[in-house]
């Protein structure tokens, strides 16, 4: 079972290593213009390399296979990108369809490769990865899918980025203990100080959907951990 790995990998590489520079880069790639493809062909090596690092132990049997993975992970953001302005839909419709995307060929490849992953990892080894993955998905793969899809909401999420880190990793390692109900007390703090300085998160916009949202998100993701 390596499918943690993965995702770890994948959440690493498109939400923590991607700089800002890096994904406007990619969105510049034209099929026709070959020195538009940098920033698009930086990506994909950059996840080779990462889940080649994760999977270290593996490597002389999956390397091929990583090397394909790559390559279906660049020619889909290569897709996305061109399909952005020739679709009628939400950004955020063509951003979840392009994860979720993502997350399917994980599980493919997870599939291909099972019988190769000898000897299989330690229950310890995949709970950790798990946890990791997990980490980076409430704190930075939530925090972007709010500012990729709805622009307006970049001032608020830099404003409330810390807090929100902490509040979210607070409630997801509660409800990792079975301790979920205890979770949403963990947003308190940030309500009292939007409060005390004049701008409650209730009344910002989109404040209390994000709020709610990142308490479900953070704790239906420590209840299955």
Same mark, same amino acid.
């Given at each position: 079972m390596i499918l943690p790995h993965l995702i770890f990998a994948h959440l690493l590489a498109d939400y923590v290593l991607q700089t800002d520079w890096l994904a406007n880069r990619k969105g510049q790639f034209i099929v026709r213009e070959i020195h538009s493809w940098d920033g698009l062909l930086l990506h994909g090596l950059l996840l080779g390399l990462v889940t080649q690092a994760v999977l270290l132990r593996y490597i002389g049997a999956l390397w091929p296979y990583v090397v394909l993975l790559a390559l279906f992970h660049t020619l889909q953001d290569g897709l996305k990108v061109w399909l952005g302005p020739r679709v009628s839909v939400q950004p955020s419709v063509l951003y979840f369809l392009d994860q979720g995307l993502h997350l399917l060929i994980l599980v493919i490849f997870q599939y291909l490769v099972a019988d190769l992953v000898t000897p299989p990892p330690a229950t310890t080894e995949i709970s950790l990865m798990a946890l990791l993955a997990s980490l980076v998905a409430v704190t930075r793969f939530y925090e972007v899918s709010w500012w990729a899809n709805w622009r307006d909401m970049i001032a608020y999420?830099? $404003? @409330?980025?810390? @807090?929100?880190?902490l509040e979210r990793t607070t409630m997801f390692l509660l409800s990792a203990v079975n301790l979920w109900w205890l979770a949403p007390l &963990?947003? %308190? #703090? $940030?309500?009292?100080?939007?409060?005390?300085?004049? &701008? #409650? %998160? @209730?009344?910002?916009k989109r404040g209390l959907l994000e709020l709610l949202l990142g308490i479900a998100f953070s704790v239906i993701l420590g209840v299955v951990h």
């Open positions: 999420m830099k $404003r @409330w980025q810390l @807090w929100g880190y &963990a947003v %308190i #703090p $940030r309500l009292y100080v939007s409060r005390h300085n004049g &701008a #409650p %998160i @209730w009344e910002q």
